[in-house]
């Protein structure tokens, strides 16, 4: 079963800032926080991940709670191609782990012209 | 490299036919994963190689399902004596280990008819 819970949908305006929520309160020391998206008729693609500190990259930001047990993926200035099913997924770089992708549900975004 | 491609990218056969799949993973990835996502669902595990060996396959591939990556470049899945329950979408993900981003494919769309 997927550690991470997430709301099923969220909705924004297009041009405003997105916060989605991700609550994995069973997170262990090792675990990396990622988060993939999945647009429409593709395979998911890497969005971001961290370890405990927040980050950047040119897509968003990651804020990672200071207890580790939630985290929020930060789309800055969302537009109507940010439309799409996003994955919070914890993953440990173990290596000759099988490190396998345990995705949920995710959560919906939807985007409002 | 453009990254991780499949073939084909869609598929429509009879109940009861075999049908193929092709990944061509990203060129100096070592791991190579298979998943199955069916409508409103995340992407399920089904197997994964390290290079040329299969080291992992889900209870969710019954046997008439076979995967296999000669060579540790390509990677083909098969399917046999198809089924209504087969129809989903099959991706496949490759990776550098130990890095811990996985690269999908666009997937292939299976429909049983």
């Known amino acids: 079963d997927a550690k991470t819970t997430q709301p099923n949908s969220m909705e924004s305006n297009e041009e405003e800032p997105v916060h989605l929520p991700c609550n994995h309160s069973?997170?262990?020391?090792?675990?990396?926080i990622h988060w993939y998206r999945q647009l429409p008729s593709q395979g998911p693609e890497y969005v971001i991940h961290g370890l405990t500190s927040n980050v950047n990259n040119r897509m968003a930001s990651l804020a990672i709670a200071e207890d580790r047990k939630s985290s929020t993926l930060i789309l800055h200035r969302a537009t109507l191609r940010d439309a799409a099913v996003y994955y919070c997924?914890?993953?440990?770089?173990?290596?000759?782990?099988?490190?396998?992708?345990?995705f949920g549900k995710g959560t919906r975004l939807h985007i409002l012209p | 490299d453009t990254g991780v491609s499949q073939d084909p990218r869609h598929k429509i056969t009879k109940r009861g036919q075999n049908v193929t799949f092709r990944c061509d993973p990203i060129?100096?990835?070592?791991?190579l994963y298979w998943y199955r996502q069916t409508l409103g669902q995340g992407p399920e595990f089904l197997t994964y190689?390290?290079?040329?060996?299969?080291?992992?396959k889900s209870r969710l591939l019954s046997d008439r399902f076979s995967a296999e990556r000669p060579k540790g470049s390509f990677s083909t899945l098969e399917i046999q004596r198809t089924e209504q329950g087969d129809s989903a979408m099959y991706l496949c993900?490759?990776?550098?280990?130990?890095?811990?981003?996985?690269?999908f494919g666009p997937g292939t769309r299976l429909t049983v008819l």
């Open positions: 060129s100096e990835h070592n791991r």
């Open positions: 997924i914890l993953r440990d770089p173990m290596v000759n782990r099988d490190d396998k992708i345990i």
């Open positions: 190689f390290q290079n040329e060996a299969q080291l992992e």
């Open positions: 069973t997170i262990s020391g090792t675990d990396y």
């Open positions: 993900a490759s990776e550098r280990t130990p890095t811990d981003t996985q690269y």
